[in-house]
């Protein structure tokens, strides 16, 4: 059921680590994405969000951690963007409000959800079948 919800969907996965590259790439063939392309620098994700729009870009904080850079990417990718933290984050991190972030170690479930609430938004049309939605950061106030 899911691997015919995610054939339409194109992902970029931006993550320096080769490891988690891999293991991501691995889950995401065996949903049926219809296209992953894997960055490992800032300049390669640029370049490929220069060459196409996908509709989920799954990327690392650390790989880009500039609040300026970010809210380029959320520019262009306003709800197909999902950050990946290796790090608990602090309630002032200066993004906690505009991007979802899934902290690692993650579950494939709330990988799932992610991607699934990602690629609803960006008007591919899919209905929730995970019953957990992925996690906005809290805010300060909710911590």
């Known amino acids: 059921m899911t691997m015919s919800m995610l054939g339409n969907v194109q992902i970029v996965v931006a993550e320096a680590n080769p490891a988690i590259v891999s293991g991501l790439r691995l889950m995401l063939e065996q949903w ?3 296209g992953c392309e894997a960055v ?3 300049t390669e994700l640029a370049a490929a969000l ?6 989920v870009v799954l990327f ?3 790989l880009v951690s500039g609040v300026d850079e970010i809210e380029t990417l959320l520019r262009r990718h306003p709800s197909g963007a999902i950050g990946l933290a290796a790090d608990f984050l602090t309630s002032d991190w200066a993004m906690q409000d505009k ?3 899934l902290e690692m170690p993650f579950s494939v479930d709330k990988l799932l959800s992610a991607i699934l609430s990602a690629a609803r ?3 591919k049309g899919i209905a929730s079948t995970v ?9 300060a106030s909710q911590r």
């Open 50 to 55: 220069c060459e196409a729009t996908p509709d």
């Open 99 to 101: 991007v979802p972030i």
């Open 32 to 34: 049926g994405v219809g």
């Open 60 to 62: 690392n904080i650390d």
């Open 121 to 123: 938004r960006t008007g």
């Open 40 to 42: 490992s620098t800032r």
């Open 131 to 139: 019953g957990e939605e992925v996690r906005w950061p809290a805010t």
